[in-house]
């Protein structure tokens, strides 16, 4: 890798590592982080499919309570490097993505470890209204989220693809097919959270029509979409719950009257 190529796989790791606790731009994601680290290495596709494959993953890690799920965007970082730099495939990617996340896990609880004394710091600086210092406070635990991922990523980044390619090839083959196992249960428990979620039983015909049509058809992801976004509208164009109201109000004006659709303006009329 050059060395522009080097300090924007950097750049990207370091936001990747302070979205990954803050949540709300959601920049930690795998989908977006091998996106754009395939984008800087110059495959996009391969990032693009890559980030796809563990955003399915990464469905069901989430943290509850104190525990900690597995680092999506030192995952995502690494994995992608590895498999772009060392020309490996995709299910190699996932292997290591797997193990790399388990690893990320370790590093994120001694890190946030080490940020307890900087809440107790900003603690007491609050008690003395010391607004600067609780803003140090939480630049300096944002930094330290940046480099938990930053370093790892500058250290693989800096590691010849010879000494990559020998790493990868040394891992045992029935680690790596258990792991790549491993990590396609974890996909089918992310698609079940996130039907459990949805769980709205009268959209279920759909959802398994549609799996029928992907399973028994060649269509790719812009045509299933068409096919999903047809399918909403002649359902909300069929569906007499979005049209009550207006065929009331149709009714009322037909009839030289008026209807309220508002419980509480019913109840003050009476």
């Known amino acids: 890798m050059s060395l522009i190529q080097i300090i924007l796989v950097c750049l990207i790791a370091a936001i990747a590592g302070m979205a990954s606790v803050l949540d709300e731009g959601q920049l930690h994601r795998p989908l977006i982080v091998c996106t754009l680290i395939g984008l800087v290495l110059g495959d996009l596709k391969t990032g ?16 509850i309570g104190a525990a900690m799920a597995p680092d999506t965007a030192l995952a995502s970082v690494i994995s992608t490097l590895l498999v772009i730099t060392a020309d490996q495939s995709i299910g190699k990617g996932i292997a290591v993505a797997v193990a790399v996340a388990a690893a990320g896990q370790v590093l994120t609880i001694f890190v946030r470890t080490l940020t307890i004394g900087l809440q107790h710091r900003a603690d007491k600086y609050a008690e003395e209204g010391n607004i600067r210092g609780i ?45 790549q196992v491993g990590g396609g249960m974890v996909v089918v428990v992310g698609y079940a959270m996130v039907i459990n979620m949805m769980a709205v039983k009268y959209l279920m015909p759909f959802l398994f029509l549609g799996f029928v049509i992907a399973a028994f058809t060649n269509f790719n992801l812009v045509a299933l979409g068409i096919l999903g976004l047809v399918a909403a509208i002649i359902y909300i164009q069929l569906n007499p719950k979005y049209h009550a109201s207006a065929g009331q109000n149709r009714a009322a004006a037909t009839n030289g009257g008026t209807v309220s659709g508002n419980d509480l303006d019913d109840d003050l009329d009476d």
């Open 135 to 179: 803003d140090m406070m939480h630049i300096i635990g944002l930094s330290l989220q940046a480099l938990r991922v930053l370093i790892p990523t500058l250290i693989v980044a800096l590691i010849s693809v010879t000494t990559v390619q020998n790493l990868l090839n040394s891992i045992p083959e029935v680690i790596t097919k258990g792991l």
């Open 48 to 63: 693009v499919i890559l980030g796809g494959t563990l955003e399915m993953m990464a469905l069901g890690w989430m943290n």
